[in-house]
């Protein structure tokens, strides 16, 4: 397929077509107070160079890596991506292929998005994945409106944990529901508060980070036995899906829905996007699961082949009964994570997640002999908070002058943590990096 | 798909305009839907059901049918409280093409108006419906 911009003669043998005079016409249907008028004030087009120089100036202005020394997670992780992946996605079969509505001539395409949706289950321990929404956010949403149409009920406990960017992608998409959300305090220790569930009733599903926004392993056993005493649902949610490489997967610790970011799985940072939702759940609740599914069959001849399957949950079924407006999936980046996961494989998941671990904990004692506080004493996996001297953002300049972006500032999205900083540390920074941080941290 | 002349609609049955069928028993109504509708949908893949206690009014929708090629709402031919729901539809949805009168009946309901059953179609004002939509 080749991206040729209409000619005009093109346009207009279309128009003539439609019976259409000129292109205002063809969009005349739509409401005027609907359509844009005016200038849209677009600076002047660039030539290719001047843009490239334009672009270069812009990411030079951005403190991003190799330049940079970026300890900052949150959300998005930077990870080495084994070089077969763009490889591999930049063929033109993966690049340009559509929705596979067309069985008989898309099963590379199935297939792939059948692979992941298999890798994703191992991952996290779950029965049935679909076939990927937009990004971690979205993802939490969607679990949160399914919890409640498998519940019928119209109360939500979600935890202040939860990375700030999902919970308020949820508070958008609840606004119009008349759903509850009710909102989870924290432990001394870094963890989800969950004692106010006992006063809590008519709840749809109780949803945790983990590892959390702080970078704390949370108890997602004791918080599944809460969920389900309670006639709910567990929701996990996920920033950092490496950490399953290492710790016990949602699905074995009684989530009954798992969702999240998998940026973090062979897909680069680009400035924030784009990322990919993964969505997991049990197979007795497929029916109610938001977005694409592909499934296993057998042709008329008894041969293996894949398919959309269950379509009538989607819009193009449905309507507006449907479990979801997304009709599609980020088939790209999901696989790309395919990819990445097969690459790995779980041996290489397990070590990779090791790596990270062992490099954060290696900084989390670097700045407790410092002097530096860790505030939250659970278990972390490769982010933690530290808190700074109370000196408004010193140390943080100074190192930025440096080239170093230690950690993320906490203060705008928890207004008690003044001074208080969110690292990460993956297999992407060396010892010498790490030591060079503390050193500066000191001096 | 069957010609009219070849569905089943018993004559003791009343018919609702979305195709639910209904049947007064003692004091409460049992309802599923008819041979036209099951035959429409062709092959029926998974039913969803309200739960029992659960309280409708006439032509609200309470329940779904899916086929292999739709997906269908299913509507109160008669207002009231959800008595019973067919459980046997979780496992064996294809009650509803091989038996829509007996084993693949659906939900039912305790009426609180039970005069509203005489508003439903007979037999015969069932089909001239049909016919119409032909």
New interface residues.
């Given amino acids: 397929m080749r991206y040729l911009p209409h000619t005009s003669e093109e346009i207009n043998s279309m128009l003539d077509a439609v019976g259409a005079n000129s292109l205002d016409a063809l969009f005349s249907t739509v409401p005027e107070n609907c359509r844009r008028t005016g200038d849209p004030c677009l600076p002047e087009p660039l030539t290719e160079w001047a843009l490239n120089d334009h672009m270069e100036v812009l990411s030079r202005s951005m403190g991003v890596p190799p330049g940079y020394k970026v300890f900052v997670g949150a959300g998005s992780y930077d990870h080495c991506i084994p070089h077969a992946l763009s490889h591999l996605l930049s063929r033109s079969e993966f690049v340009t292929s559509y929705t596979p509505y067309q069985p008989e001539m898309s099963q590379g395409t199935l297939q792939a998005i059948y692979e992941y949706q298999t890798l994703t289950c191992r991952l996290l321990g779950m029965e049935v994945s679909n076939a990927s929404l937009y990004d971690g956010a979205s993802a939490l949403a969607e679990a949160l409106l399914m919890a409640a149409r498998i519940t019928?009920a119209k109360k939500v406990a979600i935890s202040s944990l939860i990375h700030p960017h999902y919970r308020q992608v949820v508070r958008t998409y609840f606004a119009p529901t008349g759903f509850e959300l009710v909102e989870l305090p924290r432990l001394q220790d870094g963890r989800t508060d969950l004692s106010p569930l006992e006063e809590t009733e008519g709840l749809a599903a109780l949803a945790v980070q983990s590892p959390n926004f702080f970078g704390c392993v949370e108890d997602l056993y004791a918080a599944a036995q809460e969920a389900h005493q309670k006639d709910a649902l567990l929701v996990t949610a996920f920033t950092e899906p490496l950490a399953y490489g290492l710790l016990k997967n949602p699905g074995s610790l009684g989530a009954d829905l798992a969702c999240g970011e998998a940026q973090s799985l062979g897909i680069p940072e680009s400035f924030g996007g784009p990322g990919l939702g993964m969505f997991a759940t049990k197979m007795k609740f497929v029916?109610n699961m938001p977005g694409r599914l592909v499934g296993q069959t057998v042709d008329m001849d008894g041969r293996r082949g894949f398919v959309l399957t269950l379509a009538?949950r989607e819009q193009h079924?449905?309507r507006e009964?449907a479990t979801s407006n997304i009709c599609t999936n980020n088939s790209l980046c999901a696989l790309a994570a395919a990819m990445y996961m097969a690459s790995l494989g779980r041996t290489g998941i397990r070590e990779l997640a090791r790596l990270n671990r062992d490099k954060t904990e290696y900084l989390k004692k670097g700045l407790l002999d410092a002097g530096f506080e860790i505030p939250f004493d659970s278990p972390t996996f490769n982010e933690f908070v530290a808190a700074f001297p109370s000196e408004s953002g010193k140390v943080y300049q100074r190192l930025l002058e440096k080239k170093i972006v230690a950690g993320l500032p906490l203060a705008p999205y928890y207004p008690d943590l003044a001074d208080h900083y969110l690292f990460c540390v993956t297999e992407t920074k060396t010892r010498d990096d790490l030591d060079a941080l503390i050193k500066e941290m000191t001096s | 798909m069957k010609e009219i002349s070849e569905l089943e609609l018993p004559d003791d049955l009343r018919y609702a305009e979305d195709h639910e069928w209904a049947e007064m028993e003692g004091d409460q109504v049992k309802v599923g839907v008819s041979d036209y509708a099951q035959d429409q949908l062709g092959d029926i893949v998974?039913v969803?059901l309200p739960?029992v206690g659960d309280t409708f009014s006439k032509g609200d929708e309470f329940g779904?049918v899916?086929s292999v090629k739709?997906?269908a709402?299913l509507y109160m031919p008669i207002g009231g409280e959800i008595t019973a729901v067919n459980n046997a539809l979780e496992d064996s949805p294809e009650w509803l093409n091989k038996s829509p009168y007996q084993d693949g009946w659906i939900i039912k309901v305790k009426p609180k108006d039970p005069s509203e059953i005489d508003a439903l179609m007979t037999k015969t004002s069932y089909v001239e419906m049909l016919k119409g939509l032909q």
């Fill in positions: 019928r029916r009538t079924i449905r009964k | 998974f969803e739960q779904t899916e739709a997906v709402e």
